[in-house]
């Protein structure tokens, strides 16, 4: 059996977690990962008989039976998972009824996965049904988006819109635009339906005044489209109390659409 704190799933998640610290999006325990693992890869590290705790999921995750997460702990600090990966993240398989998650390795202080988990278990279900290649989900709490949903109308379309205006890749990047839910309370399965029902159109998902969902079939590509959004909030937000004398007008975004070949949401420009 090899070595699973040397496997290349382990350390992406350390690696990931401890550069979203650093870029001061996961203050004390915000933010949260989880990512669907290839169960033969897993079985190079870990014996998949061997449960160590069965921990009730409170929903019905029968959808995704028998998959295998890697998952941030609840109430853990993105800023020490690279210290010790072992307390700080855990490996579960969803049980054959969907009704728990079973504990195979990590959370090594009898805790559990990010209270968040099913918000993210609910996405990616509402994301395979879309991409059977989807993979990782993500929420963090973004500087410059969270500033954003202060001050800007918290819709798809206007939201989308004032984003697509703000870096010329935005339109590339996520032609099919950002969801924004209102305030809800977190943690909870009503924000994780919601949230679900938005990925059923949107790999980005904004929480107002609270955070960012992204999802994708990488870590890279669910990173990227949040980083994306956050450098486009961050211009919006370093410029949104000045004269705005030029923008990336609606044809030129639609120029750029048509030139990269991207499927965008042509309601989401306006006029
Ligand atoms: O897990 O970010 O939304 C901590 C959070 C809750
Ligand atoms: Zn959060």
Redesign the pocket.
Known sequence: MKNILNAPFVEEMMHTAANMYRLGW?ER????ISWMLDAQQVGEYLDLNQVLRVLPLGFDAKAIAGKIFIV?G??KYFKNVDRDPELNLGIVRISENGQDAELLWGFSDGGRP???FPAHLMSHMARLAVDPENRVVM???PTYTLAMNYVHELSDSKFTHSLWQMCTECIVVFPEGVGVLPWML??TNTIGEATAEKMKEFRVVI?GM??VYGAGKTMDEAFGLIETVEKAAQIYMLTAHLPRVNTIRDEEMIELAEFFGVNYRKDFLLG
């Open positions: 996961d325990n915000g933010g949260n941030t609840s109430g990010t209270s968040e929420h963090t709490h977190c943690g929480w609270h955070g």
